[in-house]
């Protein structure tokens, strides 16, 4: 196998490989800005520098040549090489940073050329805590500044595009953002302006960076150049918690990671998955943070003349529970629910099925021409094939009407059917309703009794994307009904981390009142004197799995080992 | 004809010829008959390898400023496959002090174009785009003409002169950037896109313009192609310097009396060039010292020019090196800091700003020399701008970065105690 010498250690290799990226997937660290494993290589910072050289062949024989040590002899490139876009030969020697004065002197003195323009804005800018310059400079820079002359100046909060802000004093010119535009969202809305010194991105006179992900550049900007307008001067990153998660706002179900302060999420970023979005996201699904902090429905409601008034849990429990049991099983309609989790729904059917009731219905919510190709679909809702793969019986508008209109008692798990134009409001006028939601929305007020349960952000739980990838969330704030000490799947505070205070976990503001919808199915199921127990998705999950074989093999610990799995073959085609 | 013998020189680039960037002219005076030669004469050459073999045996150094002989470049355009290949010819000329190029273009278009059409058929190429500085725009009207009429009488276009070989020539023209002369930079300007140098590998040669085969040659280089065609390789390579043969378009500037482009063979004594070719020092003035060959070319003081010729070994032994011969006299009145500073100005307006130490570097250096310039510097700053030369040399995409370091690091070494004279006295006691 070609072998290649890094620092005097062998590795062998295979391949094309771009020696940066080597060095890095070995546990070596370089310094590098503009190289992004998802683009082209440009080599424009200057960053990576490290020596290199090649062992010296006999031309007849083919021979390595031998020193008098016996060592092989080492032709070295007469200048520093940038790592980044050379790509590894058979017998390469490379000295970094480590190992090489010369080096680690260039580096240093590539950090000093990037300072030396850069503004002073770390206490104030948003990029500070995880930022590469910031980062780098503390490691490879240099101590102290001999740039005693005038910095450039260059314009400050320029509203590129209603979601991304520039501050063209602190690009350092890396085209990262112009080649994002070029090479992955394809928009070719960036370019760099003037030149040297006096650079910057720009979109084109007259038009708006709009890019439907154009947010991409703030995350990939390694320095506060770019920001976001909705973010920024929220919070400094150290004072959030990072909790990986799935984007529910489309069916593609990019991962992501949540932002948690004080048990608000404060922002979304994506979380790399080389099987679903690669390093990205679209900007509509970070837009989605506000669902978990805003207009959500807080403890129960109960209808009492058309008006919904808020009641206890207890005897909203009690209600329900009676409704149930005076009604005949044959007209209760459980309808489950894409945009409900699969431990969900599952719990539903369970519930349904143990009542004797019919198997619950379900509409997808796909719009069609949509998707764009890339990562958004035109499926609506994260989990329309795991309703379909648990059995969930699956209803146009029109037949879903019928259903609702020879029915008595509907059960509905989150999915705001009138908002979405499925159902109208009149459908549901002499019905008893029982709603499980998360927002209060048009279908929330027509419940005749409206119970709050956890989101994606509060519980563990799964979604199957369009192309049957099975994925999973984890809470990533308190509710008023959790505690995170007894909840095995909570992600760690930064306290627990880092031992820092700076912990989203220790408040009690902010915690909804709702409660995991398959922990209310237990208590009711318990009250029925059915024989119900669910108690948390991990155990869920592993019941499906065991019972339905679309789901076999598949756990938490699996999904977690492989960032998610995938439940059998191509992509459904997506049926409106 | 040897380089001592100049006097006797009779001008073959840019002749005495009225009216010869007339096409009708050009042809009367043995015009396109290198290129008849090239491609109908088999019996002179057999093939396009045969006109490569000849211009490589000619050695016909770069005339860009690297120097780099011409068909041995030629020989790395990988074997035809078919599709399209490019050769771009290198019109930009904007090194300041280097303005030859011009004069080919207003007095002798064709015989670039004839050259142009040589290479062409030597490497097989499909299309030739040249690309001239956009403050040209009268020399881009003028080529455009001349292109022109060499389609009309069928020099240029499908099956020339019925040998089965075609090709295309487009003009193309720069918006004020002194970058897009870098050879692959141009390359993205000719694309349509922004000036940024490309990374190498690959090369031209490789993947060039639109991803295909390129060859890039400055325009006085090839316009020294059919002379070697009509008079043979040895002809050539017997004007002037060993090493570094054939005619040379010296753009003398400065403080001489006749400042202008002269045609002479390689390897004329500066000294020559000077007091005879260009009139002798304005005023009476004493030399203090040089730029030979562009504003990148490190400077010579005055002293340092014993017995050296326009030729790359002298230059090279003395110190600096022969560029694009765009030679720059200055006399004993001339302010080497402002001179200097001058210099790194150009160099940070002009920086295309992809690679960090060039775009921060040279901003640096001109700040600093702004500085020393207004009387605010310190000798500490003298040493700075040395560091910052060697943090910038060798460390970027294109050559840039080393042009704007070198005049800083050899100027500042070879009048040091002009620059420490402009800077403030220490503050400090002496111990
Ligand atoms: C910054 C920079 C500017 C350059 N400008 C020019 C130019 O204006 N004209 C030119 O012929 N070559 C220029 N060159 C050199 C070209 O890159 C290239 O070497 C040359 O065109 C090759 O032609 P030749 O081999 O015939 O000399 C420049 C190089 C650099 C690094
Ligand atoms: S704005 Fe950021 S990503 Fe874009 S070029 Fe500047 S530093 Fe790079
Ligand atoms: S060296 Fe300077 S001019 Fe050349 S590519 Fe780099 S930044 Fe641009
Ligand atoms: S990361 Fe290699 S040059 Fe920027």
Redesign the pocket.
Same mark, same amino acid.
């Given at each position: 196998m070609p072998e290649v010498f890094i620092d005097g250690k062998r590795f062998e290799y295979e391949g094309e490989q771009r020696l940066l990226q080597f060095i890095l997937d070995n546990g070596m660290e370089i310094p590098f800005f503009c190289y992004h494993p998802s683009m082209s290589a440009p080599a424009n910072c200057r960053q990576c520098m490290v020596k290199i050289g090649q062992p010296k062949k006999d031309r007849e024989t083919g021979e390595f040549e031998l020193d008098e040590n016996g060592e092989r002899k080492i032709v070295w490139f007469p200048k520093l090489q940038t790592a980044c876009n050379t790509m590894i030969a058979d017998g390469m020697v490379v000295l970094t940073q480590e190992t090489d004065e010369l080096v680690e002197r260039a580096q240093k003195d590539t950090l000093e050329f990037i300072l030396a323009n850069h503004p002073l804005d770390c206490p104030i800018c948003d990029q500070a805590g995880e930022c590469p310059l910031q980062i780098q400079t503390y490691k490879y820079g240099p101590e102290g500044s001999r740039f005693e002359v005038k910095k450039v100046h260059k314009p400050k909060r320029v509203q590129l595009g209603p979601r991304v802000i520039l501050d063209a004093e602190r690009c350092i010119n890396c085209t990262r953002c112009v080649r994002f535009t070029d090479e992955i969202s394809k928009s070719h809305q960036l370019t760099i302006m003037q030149r040297g010194d006096k650079n910057y991105p720009v979109t084109a006179p007259g038009r708006e960076f709009d890019d439907a992900y154009s947010l991409n550049t703030v995350d990939i900007c390694p320095v506060g150049a770019l920001t976001s307008a909705d973010f920024r001067f929220k919070a400094r990153v150290w004072e959030m918690n990072q909790t990986p998660s799935i984007d529910i706002s489309n069916g593609k179900g990019c991962n992501i990671d949540l932002w948690t302060r004080d048990n608000l999420i404060l922002r979304i970023t994506p979380r790399y998955n080389e099987a679903v979005n690669d390093h990205w996201m679209p900007d509509i699904g970070r837009e989605a943070y506000k669902l978990f902090n805003e207009n959500r429905v807080q403890r129960p409601a109960q209808k009492l003349d058309d008006e919904q008034i808020n009641s206890s849990w207890n005897n909203a429990f009690e209600t329900l529970a009676e409704k149930i049991e005076s009604t005949d099983k044959k007209e209760i309609l459980f309808i489950g629910s894409p945009h409900a989790s699969v431990e969900e729904n599952y719990s539903l059917m369970t519930l349904a099925n143990l009542l004797g009731a019919k198997t619950p219905v379900f509409t997808t919510n796909i719009i069609e021409g949509y998707g764009d190709g890339f990562l958004l679909d035109d499926d609506q809702a994260p989990n329309t094939n795991g309703c379909r793969l648990l059995g969930l019986e699956e209803k146009d508008a029109k037949s879903l009407k019928k259903e609702v209109k020879s029915a008595k008692l509907i059960v509905l798990l989150n999915d705001n059917l009138i908002d979405r134009e499925v159902l109208e409001a009149g459908d549901l006028n002499d019905k008893f309703v029982a709603v499980f939601a998360t927002n209060r929305t048009e279908t929330s007020k027509v419940a005749n009794i409206l119970i709050p349960v956890t989101t994606a952000a509060e519980h563990a739980a799964s979604y199957v994307n369009v192309d049957k990838r099975i994925q999973r969330t984890f809470p990533a704030k308190e509710t008023k009904y959790t505690d995170r000490r007894l909840d095995i799947e909570m992600s760690e505070g930064r306290l627990d981390r880092y031992g820092t205070s700076f912990d989203n976990w220790v408040t009690e503001d902010n915690k909804v009142d709702c409660i995991p919808f398959w922990n209310f199915v237990s208590q009711l199921g318990e009250r029925l004197g059915l024989k119900i127990e669910l108690r948390n998705g991990r155990e869920i999950l592993d019941e499906i799995s065991n019972k339905i074989p679309a789901f076999s093999g598949v756990s938490y610990e699996e999904m977690d080992v492989q960032s998610g799995i995938s439940l059998g073959g191509k992509k459904e085609t997506v049926k409106s | 004809m040897s380089s001592a013998d100049w006097k006797n020189y009779k001008p073959v680039l840019i002749p005495e010829i009225k009216d010869l960037h007339k096409i009708d002219v050009y042809e009367k005076n043995g015009g396109y008959e290198a290129l008849k030669q090239v491609l109908t004469d088999k019996k002179k050459f057999d093939g396009p390898k045969s006109v490569i073999d000849e211009v490589k045996a000619a050695n016909i150094r770069?005339?860009? @400023?690297?120097?780099?002989n /011409?068909g041995l470049?030629w020989s790395f355009m990988p074997p035809a496959d078919g599709g399209p290949r490019y050769l771009a010819c *290198? @019109?930009? $000329? #904007?090194?300041p002090g !280097?303005f030859k190029?011009r004069k080919i273009f207003e007095y002798n278009p064709h015989i670039f174009i004839e050259g142009a059409l040589i290479a062409a058929y030597a490497m097989q190429i499909t299309s030739i785009y040249v690309y001239i500085?956009g403050e040209y725009i009268d020399y881009v009207k003028m080529m455009e003409k001349a292109v022109q009429d060499a389609y009309d009488k069928g020099y240029i276009g499908k099956d020339i002169l019925g040998s089965g070989f075609n090709v295309e020539f487009h003009v193309t023209y720069g918006a004020g950037a002194?970058?897009c @002369?870098?050879?692959? #930079?141009?390359l993205e300007s000719i694309e349509g896109k922004r000036g940024y140098?490309r990374v190498k590998p690959p090369f031209p040669a490789q993947k060039g313009l639109w991803g295909r085969p390129t060859t890039? *040659?400055?325009?006085? !280089? %090839?316009s020294c192609v059919p002379l070697v065609i009509k008079n043979g390789a040895s002809w050539f390579s017997e004007i002037g310097a060993k090493n570094h043969p054939g005619p040379i378009l010296y753009g003398i500037s400065g403080h001489v009396n006749r400042p202008g482009v002269y045609e002479l063979p390689s390897g004329v004594p500066v000294h020559d060039l000077i007091n005879e070719v260009a009139g002798g020092m304005r005023n009476g003035k004493k030399l203090k010292a040089i730029i030979p060959g562009g504003s990148s070319t490190p400077v010579l003081r005055a002293d340092q020019l014993e017995g050296v010729s326009m030729d790359s070994d002298s230059l090279r032994e003395a110190g600096s090196m022969l560029g694009?011969a765009g030679l720059v006299v200055m006399d004993e009145d001339t302010d080497m800091v402002d001179v200097l500073w001058r210099i790194a100005h150009f160099y940070h307006h $002009?920086s295309c700003g992809q690679c960090t130490p060039c775009r921060d570097g040279t901003g640096w250096l001109e700040k600093i020399l702004l500085k020393i310039k207004n009387g605010d510097g310190e000798v500490k700053d003298l040493d700075l701008l040395l560091d910052i030369t060697t943090q910038m040399e060798g460390r970027t995409i294109? /050559? %840039?970065a080393d /042009?704007a370091a070198w005049p800083v690091r050899h100027t500042i070494t070879r009048f040091r105690d002009e620059f420490e004279a402009r800077c403030k006295k220490s503050v400090h006691a002496m111990a």
């Amino acid at each position: 196998m070609p072998e290649v010498f890094i620092d005097g250690k062998r590795f062998e290799y295979e391949g094309e490989q771009r020696l940066l990226q080597f060095i890095l997937d070995n546990g070596m660290e370089i310094p590098f800005f503009c190289y992004h494993p998802s683009m082209s290589a440009p080599a424009n910072c200057r960053q990576c520098m490290v020596k290199i050289g090649q062992p010296k062949k006999d031309r007849e024989t083919g021979e390595f040549e031998l020193d008098e040590n016996g060592e092989r002899k080492i032709v070295w490139f007469p200048k520093l090489q940038t790592a980044c876009n050379t790509m590894i030969a058979d017998g390469m020697v490379v000295l970094t940073q480590e190992t090489d004065e010369l080096v680690e002197r260039a580096q240093k003195d590539t950090l000093e050329f990037i300072l030396a323009n850069h503004p002073l804005d770390c206490p104030i800018c948003d990029q500070a805590g995880e930022c590469p310059l910031q980062i780098q400079t503390y490691k490879y820079g240099p101590e102290g500044s001999r740039f005693e002359v005038k910095k450039v100046h260059k314009p400050k909060r320029v509203q590129l595009g209603p979601r991304v802000i520039l501050d063209a004093e602190r690009c350092i010119n890396c085209t990262r953002c112009v080649r994002f535009t070029d090479e992955i969202s394809k928009s070719h809305q960036l370019t760099i302006m003037q030149r040297g010194d006096k650079n910057y991105p720009v979109t084109a006179p007259g038009r708006e960076f709009d890019d439907a992900y154009s947010l991409n550049t703030v995350d990939i900007c390694p320095v506060g150049a770019l920001t976001s307008a909705d973010f920024r001067f929220k919070a400094r990153v150290w004072e959030m918690n990072q909790t990986p998660s799935i984007d529910i706002s489309n069916g593609k179900g990019c991962n992501i990671d949540l932002w948690t302060r004080d048990n608000l999420i404060l922002r979304i970023t994506p979380r790399y998955n080389e099987a679903v979005n690669d390093h990205w996201m679209p900007d509509i699904g970070r837009e989605a943070y506000k669902l978990f902090n805003e207009n959500r429905v807080q403890r129960p409601a109960q209808k009492l003349d058309d008006e919904q008034i808020n009641s206890s849990w207890n005897n909203a429990f009690e209600t329900l529970a009676e409704k149930i049991e005076s009604t005949d099983k044959k007209e209760i309609l459980f309808i489950g629910s894409p945009h409900a989790s699969v431990e969900e729904n599952y719990s539903l059917m369970t519930l349904a099925n143990l009542l004797g009731a019919k198997t619950p219905v379900f509409t997808t919510n796909i719009i069609e021409g949509y998707g764009d190709g890339f990562l958004l679909d035109d499926d609506q809702a994260p989990n329309t094939n795991g309703c379909r793969l648990l059995g969930l019986e699956e209803k146009d508008a029109k037949s879903l009407k019928k259903e609702v209109k020879s029915a008595k008692l509907i059960v509905l798990l989150n999915d705001n059917l009138i908002d979405r134009e499925v159902l109208e409001a009149g459908d549901l006028n002499d019905k008893f309703v029982a709603v499980f939601a998360t927002n209060r929305t048009e279908t929330s007020k027509v419940a005749n009794i409206l119970i709050p349960v956890t989101t994606a952000a509060e519980h563990a739980a799964s979604y199957v994307n369009v192309d049957k990838r099975i994925q999973r969330t984890f809470p990533a704030k308190e509710t008023k009904y959790t505690d995170r000490r007894l909840d095995i799947e909570m992600s760690e505070g930064r306290l627990d981390r880092y031992g820092t205070s700076f912990d989203n976990w220790v408040t009690e503001d902010n915690k909804v009142d709702c409660i995991p919808f398959w922990n209310f199915v237990s208590q009711l199921g318990e009250r029925l004197g059915l024989k119900i127990e669910l108690r948390n998705g991990r155990e869920i999950l592993d019941e499906i799995s065991n019972k339905i074989p679309a789901f076999s093999g598949v756990s938490y610990e699996e999904m977690d080992v492989q960032s998610g799995i995938s439940l059998g073959g191509k992509k459904e085609t997506v049926k409106s | 004809m040897s380089s001592a013998d100049w006097k006797n020189y009779k001008p073959v680039l840019i002749p005495e010829i009225k009216d010869l960037h007339k096409i009708d002219v050009y042809e009367k005076n043995g015009g396109y008959e290198a290129l008849k030669q090239v491609l109908t004469d088999k019996k002179k050459f057999d093939g396009p390898k045969s006109v490569i073999d000849e211009v490589k045996a000619a050695n016909i150094r770069g005339r860009g @400023g690297a120097g780099f002989n /011409a068909g041995l470049k030629w020989s790395f355009m990988p074997p035809a496959d078919g599709g399209p290949r490019y050769l771009a010819c *290198n @019109g930009d $000329e #904007s090194e300041p002090g !280097t303005f030859k190029d011009r004069k080919i273009f207003e007095y002798n278009p064709h015989i670039f174009i004839e050259g142009a059409l040589i290479a062409a058929y030597a490497m097989q190429i499909t299309s030739i785009y040249v690309y001239i500085r956009g403050e040209y725009i009268d020399y881009v009207k003028m080529m455009e003409k001349a292109v022109q009429d060499a389609y009309d009488k069928g020099y240029i276009g499908k099956d020339i002169l019925g040998s089965g070989f075609n090709v295309e020539f487009h003009v193309t023209y720069g918006a004020g950037a002194y970058i897009c @002369g870098e050879e692959t #930079s141009m390359l993205e300007s000719i694309e349509g896109k922004r000036g940024y140098p490309r990374v190498k590998p690959p090369f031209p040669a490789q993947k060039g313009l639109w991803g295909r085969p390129t060859t890039i *040659n400055n325009i006085e !280089t %090839l316009s020294c192609v059919p002379l070697v065609i009509k008079n043979g390789a040895s002809w050539f390579s017997e004007i002037g310097a060993k090493n570094h043969p054939g005619p040379i378009l010296y753009g003398i500037s400065g403080h001489v009396n006749r400042p202008g482009v002269y045609e002479l063979p390689s390897g004329v004594p500066v000294h020559d060039l000077i007091n005879e070719v260009a009139g002798g020092m304005r005023n009476g003035k004493k030399l203090k010292a040089i730029i030979p060959g562009g504003s990148s070319t490190p400077v010579l003081r005055a002293d340092q020019l014993e017995g050296v010729s326009m030729d790359s070994d002298s230059l090279r032994e003395a110190g600096s090196m022969l560029g694009t011969a765009g030679l720059v006299v200055m006399d004993e009145d001339t302010d080497m800091v402002d001179v200097l500073w001058r210099i790194a100005h150009f160099y940070h307006h $002009e920086s295309c700003g992809q690679c960090t130490p060039c775009r921060d570097g040279t901003g640096w250096l001109e700040k600093i020399l702004l500085k020393i310039k207004n009387g605010d510097g310190e000798v500490k700053d003298l040493d700075l701008l040395l560091d910052i030369t060697t943090q910038m040399e060798g460390r970027t995409i294109c /050559a %840039l970065a080393d /042009a704007a370091a070198w005049p800083v690091r050899h100027t500042i070494t070879r009048f040091r105690d002009e620059f420490e004279a402009r800077c403030k006295k220490s503050v400090h006691a002496m111990a």
